[in-house]
């Protein structure tokens, strides 16, 4: 089948959702020597980098459902996936889901005792973990048995494989983790129906250029690459899964590999912007997009120079030089971005925008009882969508907690201008009340100081209520060959605007290594406030 019919035949398919994507994408005819997936390990004899067909990624599958199956995994059991590699996770999820099992996809970066801790709270009927991560917990109590590696799995008998599970739109389908920036991560529960409604209504629409052949720079074990998977199965789109997402691992991805686009998060972006990209061959690239945190316009602007696309002109399409930047808000929560704005050389709306809501969601600016907030005002945003997740496994005080009148809570501030775009300000717990009316923010800071020096590549604010005032720390990672000693103090005061610019107690060249982050590499402004109070930083 074409893909364009496929594409329309699967946005009208009652039956499909977030578990069952690979198997109605071949029940509607696609051909299985098509794309399926490739991964940047070894897979079950297959060496690492070349392209699994869609008939063999179903065998994989198979192979690892039969194992599980044998091991007496079925429908509705949590089970736990921990490990490095990208192809681990995915398969292990594809293959439980396949089982109507509920797959719990952890990063590998938790550290052992918030890991245990996490599947005692999942209280998950077992775990698949690869060697380094049973060493890990060898000496932590999960509460579950261990089944055994992900990549044993791969010595099932696909031909013994149960029958595809039938889902229901409700069925829990993954549990996903959000960063855990305050410590033990919240576990996040989507079904089969929420996490196919976006994927559904891209699937209705023309397909965008830079998704033919996708880079995949998204942590496997996130909501995102669950998404990203799906997404690509039913356009099928050739896309390549990393393991690792620094900016030199992405970089030298896309120069082997010559994607069309390149998905990630924010911290990658920031990570490439250090680096002299007019040295690589990025060509090929004609989308960046982003899901997650919104991007800061410096990191952008360093992007959208580079690569190509394809725009119409009276002689027809033509390829002109640099890129595309589709930007955005999300979170595991959300169950895909809620907002979209493109942006190129030419783009000059910044200053957070995170642009217009995507039509399958209703959004809202909220004040704390509830009331919806006209535009300028800023608020707390609401999201009303059926991409939502279904809530946190096994803690329904925190679910509820989320909820008001009705709208999921997000925990950002935000406000949209009189034509419909919004804009994010900051998190709720990053911002700070100065009084007499005033709020400040970290991540609009952030920007500001950015876009004033060119000099440098990332920089974190730290804001924290000293007494009857507040006080304002600007962490600074200079670009290479950027003098350390230079005072930036004035240009970073001036940037920051008078209210918060009085506040500023000092300004400080840091490596990125001085800065905590979480598994997501999200920067731990909580672990930052409670060290900047206390000590100088160095």
Known sequence: MRTRGLRGALAADTAIGA?????????????????????????????????????????????????????????????????????????SFLALARLGAIPALMNGRLRPEIAAEYLRRLRAVGVLADAEHAEALAGHDPGALLLGQPAEAGTGDPTTAPAHYRHHDEDPVVITHTSGTTGVPKAVLHSHASLFAATR??????????????????????????????????NQ???????????????????????????????TWAELARFDLTGYDLDSVRLWFNTGDATHEPHVRRLVAVGSRDVMTRDGVTRVRGSVFIDGLGSSEMG????????????????????????FTRVAVLDP???????????????????????????????????????????????????????????????????????????LSEERVLAACPDVTDCTVVMVADGDGVVTDVLLELAAGADP?????????????????????????????????????????????????????S
């Not at 880079?215 to 995102?224: D, F, G, I, Q, V």
């Not at 895909?336 to 039509?359: D, E, K, N, Q, W």
């Open 19 to 91: 578990g069952n994507v690979l198997a109605r994408v071949l029940a509607h005819g696609a051909d299985p020597d098509g794309p399926g997936l490739t991964f940047d390990t070894a897979v079950d004899g297959y060496p690492a980098g070349q392209p699994l067909t869609l008939g063999q990624l179903d065998e994989r599958v198979a192979a690892r459902s039969a194992w599980l199956h044998e091991r007496g995994i079925g429908p509705r059991d949590p089970v736990a996936v921990w490990a490095t590699s990208a192809a681990d996770t995915v398969l």
């Open 336 to 359: 895909h971005s809620m907002f979209h704005i493109t942006h190129t050389t030419a783009t000059s709306r910044y200053g957070r925008c995170v642009g217009r809501p995507y039509r």
């Open 237 to 267: 789109a050739e896309m390549l899964l990393v393991s690792e997402q620094g900016g030199q691992r992405v970089l030298d991805a896309i120069q082997r590999w010559r994607p069309d686009g390149v998905f990630g998060f924010s911290v």
């Open 201 to 234: 209504h891209l699937l209705a629409m023309p397909q965008a250029q830079g998704t033919r052949r996708i880079l995949n720079a998204l942590p496997a074990p996130h909501t995102a690459t669950v998404l990203m998977v799906n997404q690509a199965l039913g």
């Open 369 to 443: 009882d509830g009331t919806e907030l006209p535009p300028g005002q800023v608020g707390w945003l609401g999201i009303d969508s059926p991409s939502l997740f279904r809530g946190y496994w096994n803690d329904s005080v925190t679910t509820h907690r989320s909820r008001l009148r009705g709208w999921y809570l997000t925990g950002d501030l935000v406000y949209a201008d009189d034509e419909g775009r919004y804009y994010h300000l900051d998190r709720a717990v990053d911002a700070v009340d100065a009084g007499n009316g005033k709020r400040f923010y970290t991540a």
């Open 485 to 537: 000693d230079t005072d930036r103090a004035e240009a970073v005061r001036v940037a920051l605007g008078d209210d918060v610019g009085a506040t500023l107690r000092r300004v400080v060249p840091v490596r990125a290594d001085d800065i905590p982050v979480t598994v997501t590499g999200k920067v731990r402004k909580v672990a930052l406030r409670e060290r900047y109070l206390t000590e100088s930083p």
